[in-house]
């Protein structure tokens, strides 16, 4: 082999390098970094329990709350907006969840606050003879309400 082939052999030698490892110029698609594809997907809220529930007014109203799972993040926590108030009527509470990216997703509840339940009835009976007292108290509880009466 003359010198002169062994140097045409070095330069596409070095050329051929040169490709693999991305250098010597030109033909290939230059370096660009690689981007993360943008998160443009909500978290999904599922709520605890019912959109809507009824709720008896006079007792402590306890929001089973929701959770939020995003396709990116994966568990996003979720925040509650509203009041449920102790009077008769319906309320909204709003729960939120944001995702790292910066997208919203909203869900909301119904809470209708009602009073279902019947007053307690107390029958007040006076009994002057005691062997009486059991057949009086189960007539006056069948036939009608006494509402007081002085001891
Ligand atoms: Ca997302």
Redesign the pocket.
Known sequence: MSIGKIISLSWVLLALGLQACGGGGGGTTPDVPVTPPV?????VITLNGSATVNHEQGTTYSDAGATAT????GSVTVTTSGTVGTAAGTYTLEYSAT?K?G?KATATRTVIVADTTSPVVTLLVRLRFPWLRVLLTLKQARWRLIPSIPM
Not at 39 to 43: M, Y
Not at 70 to 73: F, R, W, Y
């Open positions: 998160d443009t997907t909500k978290p995003d396709a990116v993040d995702d990216a997208n």
